[in-house]
């Protein structure tokens, strides 16, 4: 789907580099996969200590820390 959106080109430029993307679509794209990743493990971490958990804690801490 194609948008037409305001974003600042230094922050932009930024994200590309970060990314190493070849594209600044491609950038956008894992910068967005990436934030909502993150919200997702934010909201798993939150629930810490509210049920029983029988998965592997090592597992979670590597997504936690994006090395999964």
């Known amino acids: 789907m ?3 959106l305001s974003i600042d080109d230094e922050l932009l ?3 590309v580099a970060y990314t190493e993307s070849s594209n600044r679509s491609e950038a956008v794209r894992i910068a967005l996969n ?3 990743r993150r919200q997702k493990i934010e909201q798993i971490l939150a629930m810490r200590g509210t ?3 029988d998965g592997d804690v090592e597992e979670l801490r590597a997504l936690e820390t994006g090395h999964g």
């Open 13 to 15: 430029d930024q994200v």
């Open 2 to 4: 194609r948008v037409a």
């Open 51 to 53: 049920m029983e958990f």
């Open 34 to 36: 990436a934030y909502v």
